[in-house]
Structures are given as structure tokens and as C-alpha cells.
T-cell receptor, first 116, second 111 residues
């Protein structure tokens, strides 16, 4: 099956620093990737849709300047949490669809961010 | 919120028993999918059912869809300890693969 790789799997940082999370499609090209945030024992909340070669589309209530998304190639999207604060601590997951495979998403393993 | 709701929130059964999870949603859909998530991991796609389908099977999984009631159910037969995970339904409203996830059911299968 299709593989989506996410890195790092966990990161601890100090308040005020920025953290970059990478999401790569390893065996397929992804013009679109989705970034989700998940709190403990809760569902996934879509943060933004990453579009290759253009600006990301953010969901209502998600700060664009806080969560920078870049999709510079057909296999890589990055999420940068800028000036991180403890309330940004969460589990971030990316996913990507395969063109021609309607609807199904392939997920990365997630990145757990802890901001001290 | 368009987020679907699942019940039960948590389910504990013994190995060999069947597990049934239900999902309700609010808007018209193009398809409904079920995903599994092991603790602290990403999600794995289990099965997709289209809006014009009523039932679908995949191995020990059986999914039903009732668009008139805006609901779906996932049945796992002959459960195993390895089935312990959280299960999420997700609805798609178009062809862009943008999904809305339900609240999830945490399934615990004990020996």
C-alpha cells in the first residue's frame, strides 16, 4: 500500500521556538496533503489542506501565521509551528490521497509535539 | 460542527465476541469510510462505502450505510486482542478526499 512518512515522530521544544514537521509521500505523488491535529482521546480536526505549488487552504479558526504550511514538491509538505506555546502541544498527523483512488487517505504516523 | 458522532465512545469485549460501532453524520455525503488508529499512531484505512451502497464486507468487517438516517455501522466479527484500537468514521462530501472525522470509538478486546 501507499506509504506516507512523517518526521519527527515526537519533539519537545521550549516556548517561543519554532518546530517543523515533514510529511512525505514515499511511493506516490501527492498534489494535496491534509494536516490534522488530535488532542488526547479525541477526534482529528482538519487544520489545513496543503496544495503543491500554491498556498494552503486553512480551516476556520486556524491561524495561518501560527501554522505555516509549505508544499514545495509533489512528495513533501511541511508544517511549521511558529513561536510554539504549551497550548500548541498536540498530536499532528498528515495524510494524502492518491490520484484516481477516490476518497481514501493514507496517513503518516503522526508527530507528537510537547512545548515546555 | 459537521463532525459525526460515534457510539459507543468506548467498548470492551472479550476475544471472539463481535463488536459493533455506530456512526451518525449530519450532511449529505459522497462516501463514508472507517479508519483504525492504534494508540499514538497514524490512521489506517479499513473500508469505504459509497452513498449508493447499503452494505459492504471486507474480511471480518461488515459496514452498513443508511443514508435516510444518516448513519453507518461497523461490525467486527470474531474479535481478537489485536483489534484493540480506536475506530473512526469519516465522511466525504466530494471528490477532493477532504474528510470529516467522527468522535471515535475506543475498542478494548480482552483475552
Amino acid at each position: 500500500g501507499a506509504v506516507v512518512s512523517q518526521h519527527p515522530s515526537w519533539v519537545i521544544c521550549k516556548s517561543g521556538t519554532s518546530v517543523k514537521i515533514e510529511c512525505r509521500s514515499l511511493d506516490f505523488q501527492a498534489t494535496t496533503m491534509f494536516w490534522y491535529r488530535q488532542f488526547p482521546k479525541q477526534s482529528l480536526m482538519l487544520m489545513a489542506t496543503s496544495n503543491e505549488g500554491s498556498k494552503a487552504t486553512y480551516e476556520q479558526g486556524v491561524e495561518k501565521d501560527k501554522f505555516l504550511i509549505n508544499h514545495a514538491s509533489l512528495t513533501l509538505s511541511t508544517l511549521t509551528v511558529t513561536s510554539a506555546h504549551p497550548e500548541d502541544s498536540s498530536f499532528y498527523i498528515c495524510s494524502a490521497p492518491i490520484a484516481g483512488v477516490t476518497g481514501e487517505l493514507f496517513f503518516g504516523e503522526g508527530s507528537r509535539l510537547t512545548v515546555l | 460542527s459537521q463532525q459525526g458522532e460515534e457510539d459507543p465512545q468506548a467498548l470492551s469485549i472479550q476475544e471472539g465476541e463481535n463488536a459493533t460501532m455506530n456512526c451518525s453524520y449530519k450532511t449529505s455525503i459522497n462516501n463514508l469510510q472507517w479508519y483504525r488508529q492504534n494508540s499514538g499512531r497514524g490512521l489506517v484505512h479499513l473500508i469505504l462505502i459509497r452513498s449508493n451502497e447499503r452494505e459492504k464486507h471486507s474480511g471480518r468487517l461488515r459496514v452498513t450505510l443508511d443514508t435516510s438516517k444518516k448513519s453507518s455501522s461497523l461490525l467486527i466479527t470474531a474479535s481478537r486482542a489485536a483489534d484493540t484500537a480506536s475506530y473512526f468514521c469519516a465522511t466525504g462530501t466530494g471528490t477532493a478526499s477532504k474528510l470529516t472525522f467522527g468522535t471515535g470509538t475506543r475498542l478494548q478486546v480482552t483475552l
